[in-house]
């Protein structure tokens, strides 16, 4: 098994900074990526920035705010975020597809840690 620890989160105001990171532990073998989602009330849970060795991928509206990163020594993954705005509010979820054994690769979540921007 696999657990997703995140830390990080929290109220910010609009314009403000935040950094969030997760840290990966357990039975693991390899990880292909790490990333983030995000769940805003009422709306489907969204990509929001994934990396996979030296390749990022984000989503277009936090292009430029968002900055993913990774420890691979430390199994860690980092979001830090900038010029935040109040439709950045939402449940961040962090999420690893892990190989646990050199056959098994499995995707795995953490609990989530809420972002709230508001003045």
């Known amino acids: 098994q696999v657990q997703l620890v995140e830390s990080g989160g929290g109220l910010v105001q609009p314009g403000g900074s935040l950094g969030l990171s997760c840290a990966a532990s357990?039975?693991?073998?390899?990880?292909?990526?790490m990333g983030w989602y995000r769940q805003a009330p009422g709306k489907q849970r969204e990509m929001v920035a994934l990396?996979?060795?030296?390749?990022?991928n984000y989503e277009d509206s936090v292009k430029g705010r968002f900055t993913i990163s990774r420890d691979n020594a430390k199994n860690t993954v980092y979001l830090q975020m900038i010029n935040l705005k109040p439709e950045d509010t939402a449940v961040y979820y962090c999420?690893?597809?892990?190989?646990?054994?050199?056959?098994?690769?499995?995707?795995?979540w953490g609990p989530g840690t809420q972002v709230t921007v508001s003045s």
């Open positions: 999420t690893s597809e892990v190989r646990t054994t050199y056959w098994r690769l499995v995707r795995y």
């Open positions: 990396i996979s060795g030296s390749s990022t």
């Open positions: 357990g039975r693991i073998f390899s990880i292909n990526d």
